[in-house]
């Protein structure tokens, strides 16, 4: 059952960006942008904890559970080292993901022509 409401709660958030993508004239960077902060203010608010209890990676594999992630280790940083380790202590964090995504996505750049949308 768990993976079932991962699956679903994950295809919701994904869902929703597609639609945003289909439906609106906002671009696919400001709803990224949007999604980490809704991870942000969601963490910022303690609510991200209960949903994440839930949903699981169905929350936290989408960029929302980046924006979470970002805060989360913003937030220990600055108990441990102020107003330094609130700028440092969040890149600290999510420093694996970020590594991961430059290395796949070189990796990608290799072996695949990227291609420009076309109106």
Same mark, same amino acid.
Request: proline share 1%; hydrophobic share 55%; glycine share 16%.
């Given at each position: 059952? !768990?993976y079932l409401?991962?699956?679903? +709660?994950?295809?919701?958030?994904? =869902?929703?960006?597609?639609?945003? +993508? ?5 671009? =696919?960077?400001?709803?990224?942008? !949007? &999604?980490?902060? #809704? /991870?942000?203010?969601?963490?910022g608010? %303690?609510? $991200?904890? /209960? #949903?994440a *209890?839930?949903?699981?990676? /169905?929350?936290?594999?989408?960029? +929302?559970? $980046? ?7 913003? +937030?220990? %940083? @600055? *108990?441990s080292?102020?107003?330094? /380790? @609130?700028?440092?202590?969040?890149? *600290?964090?999510?420093?694996?993901? #970020? @590594?991961?995504?430059?290395l $796949?996505?070189?990796?990608? =750049?290799?072996? &695949? ?7």
């Amino acid at each position: 059952m !768990t993976y079932l409401w991962v699956f679903l +709660i994950g295809g919701l958030v994904c =869902s929703l960006g597609q639609l945003l +993508i289909i439906k609106t004239k906002i671009t =696919s960077a400001r709803i990224l942008v !949007t &999604f980490v902060l #809704i /991870g942000v203010a969601l963490e910022g608010l %303690g609510l $991200f904890d /209960g #949903i994440a *209890e839930f949903a699981k990676a /169905g929350i936290n594999v989408p960029i +929302i559970g $980046f924006g979470a992630s970002l805060t989360k280790g913003a +937030i220990a %940083g @600055a *108990e441990s080292k102020g107003i330094i /380790g @609130a700028f440092s202590g969040g890149l *600290e964090a999510v420093a694996g993901g #970020i @590594a991961a995504a430059v290395l $796949f996505a070189f990796i990608f =750049s290799l072996i &695949f022509k990227a291609k420009t949308k076309k109106n």
